[in-house]
């Protein structure tokens, strides 16, 4: 039995489809979440999806992830230009680990050019909306087993 597929989802982003529709699109997270996980069960796999506002809470989850799942998608929102507890974290994995964005942070502000996320990432998605998280998903598939 082939773990879970982790889709983890930073602050804020619970907000999703609620605010700034021409940045981050109108899915709602509910919405999100039944992408990747109709995506996820074309392939046969599953999906745990979770979103926390806080730091240790995400960072708890990474951990969790080291022993439960196949990979991990990661959307740290604000924590990924910020967190350097969050990048310690990620680092321990030996899963792949995959960034995702719903905008492309490096067409932004100076500030969000910069992840520390990237440093523990496998690859990065960022740009497609919603459609970031279900090519992650697709990322991640191809990336389960490789190794
Ligand atoms: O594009 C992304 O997915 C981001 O990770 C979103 C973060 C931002 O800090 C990153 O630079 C790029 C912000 C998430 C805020 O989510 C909201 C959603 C709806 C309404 C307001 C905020």
Request: proline share 4%; with cysteine; charged share 20%.
């Amino acid at each position: 039995m082939v773990n879970p597929i982790h889709v983890l989802s930073g602050p804020n982003l619970n907000l999703l489809g609620t605010r700034e529709p021409e940045i981050y699109g109108k899915d709602t997270l509910d919405d999100v979440r039944a992408r990747c996980e109709a995506r996820a069960a074309l392939h046969g796999h599953s999906v745990v999806f979770r979103q926390s506002n806080h730091e240790g809470q995400l960072i708890d989850w990474v951990q969790e992830a080291r022993v439960s799942a196949s990979a991990l998608v990661i959307n740290p929102a604000g924590y990924g230009h910020t967190s350097i507890a969050l990048l310690d974290a990620l680092k321990t994995l030996s899963i792949p680990v995959i960034e995702c964005h719903l905008s492309n942070p490096a067409a932004r502000e100076e500030f969000r050019r910069h992840t520390y996320v990237s440093l523990a990432a496998t690859g990065i998605v960022s740009g497609f909306g919603a459609a970031s998280y279900e090519l992650a998903i697709e990322a991640a598939i191809g990336l389960i087993g490789a190794n």
